[in-house]
């Protein structure tokens, strides 16, 4: 995998503190790639500064450095997710009919041009921040970076893509329900939630106020804990802000799921790569210890399953009733589901997360933080359309909890399945453990452990799938040709997992093999090809029985498609296994 750099916040603004660039040579380069890019996903933006307004921003910068200031965040060029407040440009919150002109910019933008930062522009989102996939916005849908048939993450979709695709170091997203951490697992990025309260949310659209916070995406922990240095604070403006603390978290103890709680849907790329994130963990002499999830799951659902939907609905308020039309039918289907909650309810629904706080609490005693799956499984776009409720909740089953239980959290790249998009975790921890789980970041991140793919950039993406072959679809055997005529590509000359028998199978014209999982067994030979989907599926429809094509772990515990056999593969069938592979079989046949 070839990775692909990024200049970090950091290093820019070091560059045009020592005047070794300028703030407006980085602002030219950043807007010619936003230019670019534009033809490749063009829903990335709801609002584009001009360019001679983020020129004359930069300039402005320049003129501080030149009279001698020190700038933490000199001629950063950021992006700022469309449901936070920019003066000079409107808000919409993904509604045009919503939108309205801000007097001011938002306490935490406000921050960051002070700082020496240079906004470019407004970004797509889930509608009035209501979805963790990317799809509800009028303006389009945007992509994950690395794969564009599936989902960006939401509902921060358009911030998570201007950083994943290079356009800027530094993006602004939201996180009620897990909206600034879905969107960097999906796109490789580092997602850090604060605590509630840690940062202004004083200009921000609300989703749920007592709840809602503002997030950062980026590349690297150094530059989201450049971020909170320069925008964390307590803001009389904002009634939920509260006074900063800090809190120091020894990693030793770190809290994962049981067994059963460990969902990943189907996703088997997911479930892998969540194992060998855990033992990276162990190898640093980190101890796991099994949590019940049980109690978080259920503040999980008082979100959207209980009376805090009803929180949405006073947000919005008379825009529901005024507007319904204007708003996306989703969005508009979840959120009037509050108009039906009673006072009562609501007071309950207190009652009962003051109860499940005081047991996630008492769960800090146990451990230092959680690592949980950022989200079990991703889905493509067109999957999402077609069941946009139900899928969407499932890409929150890790993350709605944590904002109502008053926990921290960062998001952290964590590989990439073969499709190329990406699987991430997220380290929780107790409130105000905001700086200590940033260095925990950091450390994860040492060596670039999970160098990010090029980005897609090709007009279509097609979906393809690796299969694994075992007999005589091997290069060279009688049934190769049924792979060369589907075009397909060799991807792999390797072993499958140590788990599976060999069975030379009796009167099998050509001869062929049957693979057979057995936890007793060996390591076989095979080759892994790719082949689009529609050639795949011609080709499952034309294997005969007793073969059939489930799915095959290889060495390296990756799964992939590739020949099984029914039982009755195995009558009058000889054990081949300890030579190791068909080729060394037909070999010892002369």
């Not at 190898?283 to 939907?309: F, K, M, N």
């Not at 230092?368 to 950022?374: I, N, V, W």
């Not at 960062?410 to 929780?428: C, D, E």
């Amino acid at each position: 995998m070839t990775a692909v750099t990024h200049p970090t916040a950091a290093a820019i603004a070091a560059a045009v503190n020592a005047r070794s660039t300028s703030a407006e040579a980085v602002a030219r380069d950043t807007l010619a790639r936003i230019a670019a890019y534009a033809l490749v996903q063009p829903a990335v933006w709801i609002h584009r500064l001009p360019d001679e307004a983020v020129l004359a921003m930069a300039g402005a910068v320049d003129a501080r450095v030149a009279a001698g200031e020190t700038l933490p965040l000199a001629g950063v060029p950021f992006a700022i997710k469309d449901n936070i407040d920019l003066a000079g440009a409107p808000t919409t919150a993904g509604c045009p009919d919503f939108s309205y002109d801000p007097d001011r910019s938002s306490t935490v933008v406000a921050r960051l041009i002070a700082a020496g930062a240079v906004p470019v522009g407004k970004t797509n989102l889930d509608q009035f921040a209501t979805g963790l996939n990317g799809t509800r916005s009028p303006h389009g849908a945007p992509a994950c970076v690395f794969n564009r048939a599936y989902v960006s993450g939401g509902s921060s979709s358009g911030s998570a893509v201007a950083v994943a695709a290079g356009l800027v170091p530094i993006a602004l997203g939201t996180d009620t329900a897990g909206s600034g951490r879905v969107p960097a697992a999906f796109n490789g990025l580092i997602g850090f939630k604060p605590t509630k309260g840690r940062w202004s949310t004083a200009g921000l659209v609300p989703a749920c106020r007592s709840i809602d916070c503002i997030t950062v995406f980026a590349h690297d922990a150094a530059d989201a804990a450049l971020v909170d240095v320069v925008v964390a604070g307590h803001d009389p403006a904002d009634a939920w802000s509260r006074a900063l603390a800090d809190v120091p978290l020894a990693l030793q103890r770190v809290g994962v799921p049981l067994p059963h709680q460990r969902q990943f849907l189907g996703d088997m790329a997911a479930e892998r790569l969540y194992a060998q994130g855990l033992d990276r963990l162990v190898a640093t002499g980190v101890e796991l210890i099994e949590i019940d999830l049980t109690p978080l799951s259920e503040a999980a659902r008082l979100l959207y399953d209980g009376p805090w939907v009803a929180e949405r609905t006073a947000a919005m308020g008379a825009f529901l009733h005024s507007h319904p039309d204007s708003i996306d039918p989703v969005v508009r289907t979840i959120v009037e589901g509050g108009l039906g909650r009673s006072a009562v309810e609501v007071f309950q629904g207190v009652y009962r997360l003051a109860e499940l706080k005081q047991v996630a609490d008492a769960m800090w005693g146990e451990i230092d933080a959680l690592c949980l799956p950022t989200a079990p499984t991703i889905y493509r776009i067109a999957e999402m359309r077609a069941a946009p409720i139900a899928l969407n909740s499932n890409l929150g089953l890790y993350t709605n909890f944590v904002n109502l239980l008053d926990m921290a959290a960062i998001a952290v790249p964590a590989g990439w399945r073969r499709n190329g998009t990406g699987f991430g975790v997220t380290l929780i921890g107790p409130a105000w453990t905001d700086r200590a789980l940033i260095a925990a970041a950091a450390q994860w991140l040492t060596d670039d452990p999970y160098p990010a793919p090029s980005p897609d950039l090709e007009p279509a993406k097609m979906e393809t799938v690796h299969l694994a072959v075992v007999g005589a679809h091997l290069e060279g055997m009688p049934l190769h040709w049924q792979l060369t005529s589907r075009n397909a590509t060799l991807v792999a000359t390797t072993t499958t997992a140590p788990t599976y028998r060999l069975y030379a199978m009796a009167d099998s014209v050509p001869p062929k093999p049957a693979l057979v999982h057995d936890a007793t067994g060996a390591s076989i030979a095979v080759e892994v090809y790719q082949l689009d989907m529609a050639s795949f599926g011609s080709f499952v429809a034309e294997v005969p029985p007793p073969l059939a094509i489930g799915t095959v772990t290889l060495a390296d515990g990756s799964m992939v498609k590739g020949f099984v056999a029914e039982p009755r593969a195995l009558t009058g069938a000889a054990d081949i296994t300890d030579l190791g592979g068909w080729r060394a079989y037909i070999a010892s046949r002369g």
